[in-house]
């Protein structure tokens, strides 16, 4: 079992809905990472966050809105999506340090924009 | 920014042989190339991972290498079985307790019986 839990696995959405996709992860690691991954490509980064800060974020659409409220905890809250955002969305979590930065993700959240 | 070139993009080997995935990485500061497998349906799963001071890491059926000089590392599955069947990405990342994990473009395994 993964110890980074995504909820929901699946989620259905139109363009006018508010949702949010949650993520939790009890290894202590400071370092949480949100994903997006379409079908036959790699995950690409979208934000990260360090000791709850918001440290990266790699240009993504303000319709995308991600928090972290604690250290085990990060959510992205989805709002005026378009169809084009329908995608497997993954959360990781991260060692950090200055040796090397261990990710482990989640199972991800499938999210579909109609 | 990072990039990381990953071939081939698809392979298919009969189940005992062996497969090789070969990677190659543009920033000579990345320090640390892990190796993911993702299922169908799941997240990547880390599966073996190397640091940038060693050359060459095994564990059961599967060993990477890494040349620093030439900016390339390699994953290689030995006796390969058909759950061995996904697809794999190779990634780098520098030091540093937020850094960013760039993947390469994945690929797909196909081990036939």
């Known amino acids: 079992d993964t110890e980074v839990t995504q909820t929901p696995k699946h989620l259905v959405m139109g363009m006018t809905n508010k949702k949010s996709l949650k993520c939790e992860q009890h290894?202590?690691?400071?370092?949480m990472y949100w994903y997006k991954q379409k079908a036959k490509k790699p995950p690409e980064l979208m934000f990260v966050y360090s000791y709850e800060k918001l440290s990266i974020n790699e240009s993504v659409p303000s319709r995308f809105s991600p928090e972290c409220p604690n250290s085990s905890l990060l959510n992205l809250h989805l709002h005026a999506l378009q169809p084009e955002d329908s995608a497997l969305y993954l959360c990781?979590?991260?060692?950090?340090?200055?040796?090397?930065?261990?990710?482990?993700f989640g199972a991800g959240s499938r999210l579909t924009v109609l | 920014g990072e990039n990381v070139e990953q071939h081939p993009s698809t392979l298919s080997v009969q189940e005992g042989d062996s497969a090789v995935i070969k990677c190659t990485y543009s920033?000579?500061?990345?320090?640390?190339f892990p190796w993911y497998k993702q299922e169908l349906g799941k997240g990547p799963q880390l599966i073996i991972d190397i640091r940038s001071n060693v050359g060459e890491k095994k564990d059961q059926r599967i060993a990477v290498t890494l040349n620093k000089t030439a900016k390339h590392f390699s994953l290689h599955i030995t006796e390969t079985q058909p759950e061995d069947s996904a697809v794999y990405f190779c990634?780098?990342?520098?030091?540093?307790?937020?850094?960013?994990?760039?993947f390469g473009t994945g690929t797909r395994l196909q081990v036939t019986l």
């Open positions: 920033d000579s500061a990345s320090n640390y």
């Open positions: 990634a780098a990342s520098k030091p540093g307790t937020a850094s960013k994990l760039t």
């Open positions: 990781a979590s991260g060692t950090g340090g200055s040796g090397a930065n261990v990710l482990t």
């Open positions: 290894m202590g690691h400071r370092a």
